[in-house]
């Protein structure tokens, strides 16, 4: 579900109370693993931790690099980690360790969850950790000359 909540907590009273209470829920778990460096902002309609263009303006669309989102959906929650997608673990290592108490419901950089209890923190907060955010923009920058090659 798009919104059109300009702060975190315009979002988080937007949407239903209990969507609220388990967003609050991963904030808390995930937001003292980003890195330093990154902005936590409203974008596309949910929560994102972006890298400012101050410190990355030659991006692909001309908006800062998502790192990681998080949003709720129709029908589930959604935190989007980026740094799976093109980081230091990939998207196969990942579902390999997943050790959540359900099935993992993921796309190419985004656990889907209706609950967070079934979120594996112990492996999504050590995803978190271990992408800087120079190690994030160099891997953008790395992406970018490839497609540029093509």
Same mark, same amino acid.
């Given at each position: 579900?798009?919104?059109?909540?300009?702060?975190?907590e315009?979002?988080?009273?937007?949407?239903?109370p209990?969507?609220?209470?388990?967003?609050?829920?991963?904030l808390?778990?995930?937001?003292?693993?980003?890195?330093e460096?990154?902005?936590?902002?409203?974008s596309?309609?949910?929560?994102?931790w972006?890298?400012?263009?101050?410190?990355?303006?030659?991006?692909?669309?001309?908006?800062?690099?998502?790192?990681?989102?998080?949003?709720?959906?129709?029908q589930?929650?959604?935190?989007?980690?980026?740094?799976?997608?093109?980081?230091?673990?990939?998207?196969?290592?990942?579902?390999?360790?997943?050790?959540?108490?359900?099935?993992?419901?993921?796309?190419?950089?985004?656990?889907?969850?209706?609950? @967070? *209890?079934e979120?594996? !923190?112990?492996?999504? =907060?050590?995803? &978190?950790? #271990? @992408? *800087?955010?120079?190690? !994030?923009?160099?891997t =953008?920058?790395? &992406?970018? #000359?490839?497609?540029k090659?093509?």
């Amino acid at each position: 579900m798009h919104s059109d909540a300009t702060t975190v907590e315009e979002y988080l009273q937007t949407i239903p109370p209990e969507r609220g209470e388990q967003l609050r829920q991963v904030l808390d778990e995930i937001r003292p693993h980003l890195p330093e460096g990154l902005s936590e902002e409203m974008s596309y309609g949910m929560i994102t931790w972006v890298v400012p263009l101050e410190r990355e303006p030659d991006t692909y669309n001309g908006r800062p690099l998502t790192y990681a989102a998080l949003a709720s959906q129709k029908q589930y929650m959604s935190l989007y980690l980026m740094t799976v997608y093109g980081g230091a673990m990939t998207e196969e290592e990942f579902r390999a360790r997943w050790s959540g108490p359900k099935k993992l419901n993921m796309g190419k950089s985004c656990v889907r969850f209706k609950d @967070v *209890s079934e979120l594996d !923190f112990g492996l999504i =907060n050590e995803v &978190l950790d #271990a @992408v *800087s955010v120079d190690a !994030f923009v160099d891997t =953008n920058r790395e &992406l970018q #000359a490839d497609r540029k090659k093509r």
